[in-house]
């Protein structure tokens, strides 16, 4: 069993920065593809970004590349998304969540899911 839980979120206008933190419980942190995906009020969920564990390969959705880096110290079992240049459309309810293996974008693939965290941007 894995435990996740993100903080970090908050309002920032646009053109800020946030840090968004993902604690994980469990001794095989490194064995899991950490993931970031959110979801804005009457959207589906959407990934964000992926760190695979082994190897620190990552993935990012388009609209975030260049902007948003994700990042994971094990040695803490924490995974990290810094969100830098923030835009209105970044407004959502960020997860993390949690797979052993490969990551991937499709969230029925993730085992663990943390509750969330709000990001709110402002114009």
């Known amino acids: 069993q894995v435990q996740l839980a993100e903080s970090g979120g908050g309002l920032v206008q646009a053109g800020g920065s946030l840090r968004l933190s993902c604690a994980a419980s469990?001794?095989?942190?490194?064995?899991?593809?950490m993931a970031w995906f959110r979801q804005a009020p009457g959207n589906k969920r959407e990934f964000v970004a992926v760190?695979?564990?082994?190897?620190?390969?990552?993935d990012y959705l388009d609209s975030v590349k260049g902007r948003f880096t994700i990042s994971r110290d094990n040695a803490k079992n924490t995974v990290y998304l810094q969100m830098n240049s923030l835009k209105p459309e970044d407004t959502a309810v960020y997860h993390c969540a949690a797979k052993t293996g490969w990551g991937t974008r499709g969230e029925y693939d993730y085992d663990y899911w943390g509750q969330g965290t709000q990001v709110t941007v402002s114009s």
């Open positions: 469990g001794r095989t942190f490194n064995g899991y593809a």
């Open positions: 760190i695979i564990g082994s190897s620190g390969r990552t």
